[in-house]
């Protein structure tokens, strides 16, 4: 399978190309306007053939796909054009700018009908994946709520306090993963607290169409080197939480133990612990950017695969509009079924 691949900066050649090639992808072209970038994808990939422009590598000769991670107006612009020429689509997150971006990008996928695959990794994370199946099992019982919180630092906003970044590239993911665990949203309403210009605290209250309440907290104000991801979700007599994607703990119902001189852990009912073993020789990717990948290789191949396409991306940008229309208006947004 032959790719071509656009933007070549920090997430490109750090986390995909090299995860591409181990699924045994070809990248046959490349494209950085910027001359550090190409050189550094050009060793990633040295038998691509380089390009400043996009146009120009989408109408690169035998190519079965293209995968852009540039930024969102970017995105937005390249994926139709992409499309258009009947080449399926890996886009990085977020999906465009807007929804109405995301959603342009829809109508191109449905014209060329040609699959259009949203960086979402979240979905892929083992520790993530694990969570979210046992949720499903029945003995978990109906989804009662979501309580999470998920951090960055005010470092990229450095003499800049314009959120939109923030936004665009940090709270979109759990605009994916929140729905993602617990089924479609009605409405959101966003309080913030901002403490410094910079640092900003962001308080969603999301409703779930099946009734269950979930809460998360975002915000720019903890440090990038040190991990705050965490999640729970709530079933009966149940909940799997998951710690900075590297531990999942699924809790049930034990018996007491005070008064039984015999007390030991059951198999059935004491809480159960995963976490990835970085002892193994082998190049794991627990965050799930290979996980993802691969199914975008296969629905390439025409086959199906359980991955976040154009329409979750859609509907992604529609909460994120929504977030941000209720951090300005401080009401509760609806969200269309
Ligand atoms: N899923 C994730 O976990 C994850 C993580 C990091 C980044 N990302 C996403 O990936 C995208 C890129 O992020 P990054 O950190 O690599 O940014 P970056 O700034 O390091 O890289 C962007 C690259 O795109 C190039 N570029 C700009 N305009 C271009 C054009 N018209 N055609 C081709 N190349 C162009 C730039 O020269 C640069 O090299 C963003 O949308 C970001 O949100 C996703």
């Given at each position: 399978?032959?790719?071509?691949?656009?933007?070549?900066?920090?997430?490109?050649?750090?986390m995909?190309?090299p995860?591409?090639?181990?699924?045994?992808?070809?990248?046959?072209?490349?494209c950085?306007p910027?001359?550090?970038?190409?050189?550094?994808?050009?060793?990633?990939?040295?038998?691509?053939t380089p390009?400043?422009?996009?146009?120009?590598?989408l109408?690169h000769p035998?190519?079965?796909?293209v995968?852009?991670?540039v930024?969102p107006?970017?995105?937005?612009?390249?994926?139709?054009?992409?499309l258009?020429?009947?080449?399926?689509?890996?886009i990085?997150?977020?999906?465009?700018?807007?929804?109405?971006q995301?959603?342009?990008?829809?109508?191109?996928a449905?014209?060329a009908?040609?699959?259009?695959?949203?960086g979402?990794?979240?979905?892929?994370?083992?520790?993530?994946?694990?969570?979210?199946?046992?949720?499903?099992?029945?003995?978990?019982?109906?989804?009662?709520g979501?309580?999470?919180?998920?951090?960055?630092a005010?470092t990229?906003?450095?003499?800049?306090?314009?959120?939109?970044?923030?936004?665009?590239?940090?709270?979109?993911?759990?605009?994916?993963?929140?729905?993602?665990?617990?089924g479609?949203?009605?409405?959101?309403?966003?309080?913030?607290?901002?403490?410094?210009?910079?640092r900003?605290?962001?308080?969603?209250?999301?409703?779930?169409?099946?009734?269950?309440?979930?809460?998360?907290a975002?915000?720019t104000?903890?440090?990038r080197?040190?991990p705050?991801?965490?999640?729970?979700v709530?079933?009966?007599?149940?909940?799997v939480?998951?710690?900075?994607v590297?531990e999942?703990?699924?809790v049930?119902?034990?018996?007491?133990?005070?008064d039984?001189?015999d007390?030991?852990?059951?198999?059935?009912?004491?809480?159960?612990?995963w976490?990835?073993?970085?002892t193994?020789?082998?190049?794991?990717?627990?965050?799930?950017?290979?996980?993802?990948?691969?199914?975008?290789?296969?629905?390439?191949?025409?086959?199906?695969?359980d991955?976040?396409?154009?329409g979750?991306?859609?509907?992604?940008?529609?909460?994120?509009?929504a977030?941000?229309?209720?951090?300005?208006?401080?009401?509760?947004?609806?969200l269309?079924?």
């Amino acid at each position: 399978m032959k790719l071509g691949w656009i933007g070549l900066g920090r997430h490109a050649s750090q986390m995909l190309l090299p995860k591409l090639a181990g699924l045994g992808a070809e990248i046959a072209a490349v494209c950085d306007p910027a001359p550090d970038a190409l050189s550094r994808g050009r060793l990633l990939a040295p038998a691509a053939t380089p390009y400043t422009r996009a146009r120009d590598l989408l109408a690169h000769p035998g190519l079965d796909a293209v995968g852009i991670a540039v930024g969102p107006a970017v995105h937005a612009e390249l994926a139709p054009l992409a499309l258009a020429r009947g080449l399926p689509v890996f886009i990085e997150k977020p999906p465009g700018a807007t929804a109405v971006q995301a959603e342009a990008i829809e109508a191109a996928a449905e014209r060329a009908r040609k699959p259009a695959v949203v960086g979402f990794m979240k979905r892929h994370a083992t520790a993530n994946r694990i969570a979210w199946n046992a949720t499903r099992q029945p003995e978990f019982g109906a989804l009662a709520g979501f309580l999470g919180h998920y951090m960055t630092a005010p470092t990229y906003f450095q003499g800049n306090p314009d959120y939109a970044g923030f936004y665009l590239h940090h709270c979109v993911h759990y605009l994916d993963l929140v729905p993602w665990l617990m089924g479609p949203l009605s409405g959101l309403r966003v309080r913030k607290h901002e403490t410094a210009p910079g640092r900003l605290l962001l308080h969603l209250d999301m409703d779930c169409r099946s009734g269950a309440l979930a809460t998360l907290a975002m915000g720019t104000l903890q440090s990038r080197g040190a991990p705050v991801e965490w999640w729970q979700v709530m079933g009966d007599h149940r909940r799997v939480e998951v710690r900075n994607v590297t531990e999942v703990r699924y809790v049930r119902d034990p018996a007491f133990k005070v008064d039984d001189p015999d007390a030991t852990l059951t198999e059935a009912a004491d809480t159960l612990v995963w976490e990835p073993n970085p002892t193994v020789a082998a190049d794991e990717d627990h965050k799930g950017y290979r996980a993802l990948l691969k199914g975008f290789l296969a629905r390439v191949r025409g086959e199906a695969a359980d991955v976040p396409e154009i329409g979750d991306g859609v509907r992604a940008m529609r909460r994120l509009d929504a977030m941000r229309r209720s951090i300005d208006t401080g009401d509760r947004v609806a969200l269309e079924a």
